[in-house]
């Protein structure tokens, strides 16, 4: 059972999509009490850092995750800003983040970009992955992921960094400790690739 934390993301419908051509059981809800029921969870991908997490905290969102996801190993993985949500902070806001994976979201430096427009990191792009990682089980690492973003995370363990992207610099753009991931480009807009890592979390997570 996936459950898609729903705080008023606009993707939750296209995850849902996917859900249902792939015969993934899932849910969406914003009740924590509903959390106990999940087997894995995901955090949708848009929203600005602040607003987001005090929305999370102010609900029993966060209280009821740390119950499931660091308490009994749950597999969750944040999207977007919600792989920012994972981190300890963000230069997008003052909130603490939920710290999960040791990193700062760090907004992209415009000094290193080379091509107009400069931010945000818009479209599609090839990344670099580990091979041996099962998230990354069939997927087109040339044809890459859709993204859209000003900000990436800057991890403080490289051994948290799955894969990377470029755009100025060598940019991580899918971080993992544990059960815990994130993912910084939109797998509901990646077509085949995001179909396929949505489900490899579900079935090798």
């Known amino acids: 059972m996936l459950c898609i934390i729903n705080y008023g993301s606009g993707n939750v419908g296209a995850i849902a999509n996917i859900c249902e051509r792939e015969r993934i059981t899932y849910m969406i809800t914003d009740d924590p009490a509903r959390f106990e029921s999940a087997t894995h969870f995901l955090l949708p991908g848009v929203g600005a850092f602040d607003p987001t997490i005090e929305t999370l905290r102010r609900t029993g969102i966060v209280t009821a995750l740390e119950a499931q996801v660091i308490g009994n190993g749950k597999p969750i993985m944040g999207i977007c800003v919600g792989m920012h949500l994972l ?50 089980t069939g997927i087109d690492l040339v044809r890459g992921f859709y993204f859209l973003h000003s900000y990436y995370f800057d991890a403080l363990e490289a051994s948290d960094v799955v894969a990377r992207v470029q755009y100025g610099a060598d940019l991580p753009c899918i971080v993992r400790r544990g059960n815990v991931i994130g993912a910084q480009f939109h797998p509901e807009k990646s077509h085949a690739n995001g179909i396929r890592l949505i489900k490899n979390f579900v079935e090798e997570t």
């Not at 415009?110 to 091979?131: D, K, Q, V, Y």
């Open 87 to 136: 981190a300890d902070g963000s230069d997008e806001g003052q909130s603490k983040g939920l710290g999960w994976i040791p990193g700062h979201v760090t907004r992209i430096d415009t000094r290193t970009l080379n091509r107009p427009p400069h931010l945000p990191h818009m479209g599609w792009n090839a990344i670099e992955g580990n091979p041996d990682e099962p998230l990354l």
